[in-house]
């Protein structure tokens, strides 16, 4: 395989040369576009196979995939894997992942794969390696693969691992028979509904005592030869089996030598032995109890409290539990990433697929939960290096991690990590002001802080004022949002991820003791600490490593937010803040208390980081987006609600900077975790245009729907003014452009009502997932259901008759503002990627109404339509813009401009020139206009701005002379006078070096020039 691609054979001398080769086509492996895959149980394999000639058609070059790997039954997503090595059965076979990627490459196309290199899915008995934990404990050869600590606060805890699975409290949940004693193929385990937990076998002797002692059993059936003694036998060697807490290797290596062979031999005496069946059977009855007598399950919680894992409460896992999760998700468990033989055991399909060819790149989803995410970022390119110059399975002098020593060595010099050969985008969240680093050995983002960018750009900045004023009379009060986020993440700390927090305050109070000047600092003053300081963060985390360095980026971050935490404590003992940076900092460790102490100190720094990110992402994302909604079209991930628009100029800088840093970063616009997507965003950015007309009608009809609300008993109103607010918003930002039947209309008010229910509890201001309350939500739907429901002729619905009068100009004006979207994603620097169905409109909300199905039916329909234009295409763009809400005018700017995209792949590649363009006059602001340049080649791409006011909220397409009048825009230096549009076939002719905005936009709402050579 290696000779057909021209690599080197994989002999050790040979590895240099390959790895040069791997750098010198590394530009030519770069994706051109990426379009999102939802893999699931009703999307496959095969349904995508399927689709490659549709996407193919419509300019993608590179399919970019959900997980593939095997993760829990009836993922919708396949975040939650349960086997890195394997691929997931629900969504394809091995056979038909092969012929997918057989059929993009007869295509030209590659594929991107998405990877959850931070944690695993268990809880319903499918993840063999928790199932070993649970069942052996620290003993098993997997207990060191998942971050858990086996000696908690709790001294209770030590050497078990807290399961918060349970609906009630354990005792009830015990008493009332919910957790059942099983026996199957030699192994005994507790069921709970749908989960299912293994019994340390050293424990199954307990079971049969239950019944006495062996030779006093009453059965019917008689023991065949030597079955009772055999029996007896393997009940003595289970009881003197090694305990699982025990720290011995020697007594751990046989544990698990032993219980595989000792459970085989108890499962095929089972299978012969009819006595030991009804033996079993009476056991399990007795040990299961009885309901009406709450002493029968003594022995079953005998059972349970001699495992190695505590069932509990669900409520219980905010204080005590004791593993690292995804967020707050407790069937998320953190890995151990950084521990070789976990990188090793879980990349061993995913070298594989590099080898063979089968996958062009990946997208790195959380990195900021791993320990050390640049490490992980080095080691992912040089088990590329490995899979390309050794081949498929590691082979000759292998480290730990499975990867070569020779490739080791020249990796891990500076070219190498610089170059980085694999193409590798990671799921960073940026900050307002922060940058990529510099020094990692990636191409880039996955495109949120892109998103926000070409979002906020279409947001009328001048109108902040008037917005703000109005909402906070609207809800009557006043929310800062700097404040809002302070006081969101302060009480994820105290509620979802208070146990987080307890485990940094133990490894920080384990290290003041050892300092004679911070032993005195008290528990809660240092747990107090640490949460003020993670509360005042800036960014979502920092990066210090393994090997203790702390760069100027990093100490500005800590420094800050030990400031801001300082300003906001100021009658506390500042004392311990000032410590907290030090330890943060790792300054003195080695001159106080030795290596030890500089170990402690280094571990810390890398678990606080580790926390800052998903307290941020809890309380900005998941709290202040849901509570602050001023304007929500600015409540994305990774932006922030306090954003209101930004300049031309500061668009074209980011694309400046992108071009010279990170060329091959991806530019997303829609993704599924998107909070809306980019046409509601698109819809909503025209109330920025139009601030008193959106606050009239909005006052007239908080007025018409003021009756449908309903007082509970304790005073609230249902809705609350700022939920209603945030209502209005999300009706007008996904209306349908059609919705005649009373199905459809039935369909979208539950959508309304699914995300309604879903905003409020992660608002955490009403009601929360922590603290339900049913007459609510009940309230609030009942207000969407008589708000949406259709007027009568006697009893008119008047709030639909003033919304309606407001949705027609916001849908067509959002309508040419995603057109604008379009283009300038899709020629910007960097990789435009589409999220599924996102070719025409799309008006999702958050997941899960993002991951609807798509008809992908209708969307090849609509392409065959547009894939025969004729001679005609200034007839075609003219029909498309006259009925723009069918969706075939975003479909035709999408096709036209990535194919213009693929034929000119040298002119979007790194290298090229981004060269900001500016109307004149009055119409400066209403035209983003760029143009691409390499050598002779040149595009020019321009989409209007802020169409609302430009036309007058008349609805006509944004380009005759009446809106532009003599509004022009120069030329680059260098480009031809005659250029083509790719949207309309028209040749345009430049005026003086001046192109005029009345002859571009004459037959379409966005305009991308070419050379008419590309010589």
């Known amino acids: 395989m290696r000779a057909a691609i021209g690599l080197p054979a994989v002999e050790s001398p040979q590895i240099a040369e390959c790895l040069e080769q791997l750098i010198a086509r590394k530009e030519s492996t770069r994706p051109g576009s990426t379009y999102r895959l939802q893999f699931n149980a009703q999307f496959r394999f095969e349904d995508a196979r399927r689709l490659l000639p549709y996407l193919h058609q419509l300019g993608i070059t590179h399919c970019y995939a959900s997980p593939i790997l095997r993760a829990r039954a ?64 620290p003993a098993s050869p997997y207990a060191e693969y998942f971050d858990i600590d086996w000696r908690p606060l709790k001294p209770e805890l030590s050497g078990k691992v807290l399961l918060p699975v349970l609906g009630a409290a354990y005792g009830d949940e015990l008493e009332q028979g919910k957790l059942q004693l099983s026996f199957e193929g030699g192994s005994f385990f507790i069921s709970y509904f749908d989960r299912r937990f293994p019994l340390d076998p050293r424990t199954y002797p307990a079971i049969f005592e239950t019944l006495g002692r062996l030779t006093e059993f009453r059965i019917e059936t008689q023991w065949g030869d030597g079955e009772a003694a055999e029996l007896q036998s393997l009940i003595r060697n289970l009881r003197e089996l090694p305990s699982a807490s025990s720290a011995d290797p020697d007594a751990k ?135 390309q110059c050794c081949g498929p399975e590691p082979n000759g002098l292998v480290a730990e991690n499975g990867i070569e020593q020779e490739v080791l060595a020249l990796c891990s010099g500076e070219e190498m990590t610089r170059e980085a050969p694999l193409y590798l ?139 801001r935490a300082k300003r906001r404590n100021q009658n ?182 699914d995300y309604m229910t879903k905003a409020v509890h992660e608002a955490k201001v009403n009601l929360s997932w922590l603290s339900q309350d049913q007459e609510y939500i009940d309230s609030l739907n009942r207000f969407i259901e008589r708000i949406l429901r ?62 609807r199905p798509v008809d992908y039916g209708l969307l090849q329909g609509l392409l065959q339509e547009l894939s025969h234009p004729g001679d005609d295409w200034q007839g075609v763009c003219s029909a498309l813009v006259r009925d723009l809400f069918n969706g075939k005018a975003k479909l035709w700017t999408t096709i036209r401009a990535l194919c213009f995209r693929r034929e000119r792949p040298d002119l979007f590649r790194a290298g090229s020139e981004y060269i900001p363009l500016f109307a004149d006059g009055a119409a400066r602001e209403h035209v983003l206009a760029f143009a691409r340049k390499r050598e002779r080649q040149i595009s020019i791409s321009l989409a209007p701005r802020f169409a609302y006011t430009l036309m007058k909220g008349k609805l006509e397409a944004p380009m005759g002379a009446d809106a532009w009048g003599e509004a022009s825009i120069e030329l680059p230096f260098g480009a031809p006078d005659r250029l083509r549009n790719e949207f309309t076939g028209e040749i345009v002719h430049a005026h003086d070096g001046r192109l005029l905005c009345r002859e571009i936009f004459r037959c379409f709402p966005v305009a991308l020039l070419g050379s008419l050579s590309n010589i």
């Open 74 to 137: 009836g993922s919708q997503h396949g975040y939650d894997i349960t086997d890195h090595n394997t691929i997931n059965p629900e969504i394809g076979t091995p056979k038909e992942f092969e012929a997918l990627v057989k059929e993009m490459k007869s295509l030209g196309m590659g594929l991107i794969l998405d990877i959850v290199p931070n944690h695993m899915g268990v809880g319903y008995g499918t993840n063999p390696w928790w199932q070993d934990v649970l069942e052996n404990g």
């Open 253 to 387: 290596s046989r544990r698990q030598r032993t219980v595989s062979v000792l459970k085989q031999q108890l499962g095929d005496l089972a299978e012969r032995s009819t006595a030991l069946r009804e033996l079993i059977a009476e056991a399990v009855r007795r040990v299961n109890g009885d309901p009406q007598n709450p002493a029968s399950f003594d022995s079953l919680h005998q059972i349970l409290e001699s495992q190695a894992y505590r069932l509990a409460h669900w409520r219980v896992s905010a204080e005590e539990i004791n593993y690292r999760r995804f967020f707050d998700v407790n069937d998320l468990i953190g890995l151990r990433m950084e521990h070789p033989p976990v990188f090793a055991a879980t990349h061993k399909l995913l070298r594989r697929l590099l080898a063979e060819e089968c996958i062009s790149g990946i997208r790195l989803d959380h990195p900021d939960g791993l320990l050390n995410p640049v490490q992980y970022f080095s080691r992912l390119q040089m088990l590329h290096a490995a899979s």
């Open 790 to 851: 259709p007027g009568l002729l006697k009893r008119p619905n008047t709030f639909q008759d003033q919304f309606e009068s407001l949705l027609e100009p916001v849908q067509y004006f959002g309508a040419i503002n995603s057109l604008s979207q379009v283009l300038l994603k899709t020629t910007s620097p960097g990789v435009p990627d589409f999220y599924r169905g996102t070719e025409v409109w799309d008006f999702s909300l958050v997941d899960p109404d993002n991951r």
């Open 425 to 563: 985008v990671v799921e960073k969240i940026l900050e307002s002001g922060e940058r990529l680093p510099a020094d990692w050995p990636v191409d880039g983002t996955v495109g949120y802080e892109f998103a926000n960018l070409l979002n906020n750009v279409f947001i009328n900045s001048r109108a902040q004022r008037y917005f703000t004023h109005f909402y906070h009379r609207f809800i009557g009060g006043h929310i800062e949002v700097g404040t809002l986020v302070y006081e969101s993440k302060k009480k994820v700390m105290l509620s979802s991820l208070s146990s987080e927090v307890a485990v940094l305050t133990h490894i920080l109070e384990d290290i003041c003791s050892a300092d004679r000047r911070a032993r005195d600092f008290t528990r809660s003053l240092l747990r107090n600490a640490i949460r003020e300081t993670i509360a005042c963060f800036p960014v979502y985390r920092t990066y210090i490593d393994a090997r203790g360095t702390v760069n100027d980026r990093d100490r500005g971050y800590i420094q800050e937010a030990i400031a």
């Open 572 to 753: 506390a003992n500042l004392a311990v803040y000032d410590m907290l940076r030090s330890v943060l900092l790792l300054e003195g460790a080695n001159n106080n208390g030795g290596g030890e102490h500089y170990r402690k100190r280094l571990l810390f720094a890398m678990k606080f980081q580790q926390l800052t990110g998903p307290v941020m992402a809890k309380g900005l994302e998941d709290t202040a987006c849901y509570v602050y909604n001023r304007f929500v079209s600015v409540n994305e991930v990774g932006s922030s609600p306090s954003e209101f628009g930004i300049s031309m100029e500061e668009f074209h800088q980011d694309n400046l900077e992108r071009a010279r840093d990170w060329p091959y970063s991806m530019l997303g616009t829609s993704t599924h975790d998107s909070k809306r997507s980019e046409d509601v965003r698109a819809r909503l950015n025209v109330l920025s245009e139009m601030p008193k007309q959106w606050s009239a009608q909005v006052t007239r009809c908080r007025r018409a729907n003021r009756s449908k609300k309903r007082m509970l008993a304790d005073g609230r109103v249902v809705p609350d003014s700022n939920e209603e607010y945030l209502l209005y918003q999300t009706l007008l930002g996904t209306w349908p452009f059609a919705m005649g039947s009373a199905a459809s209309r039935d369909e979208y008010t539950q959508r309304i009502k």
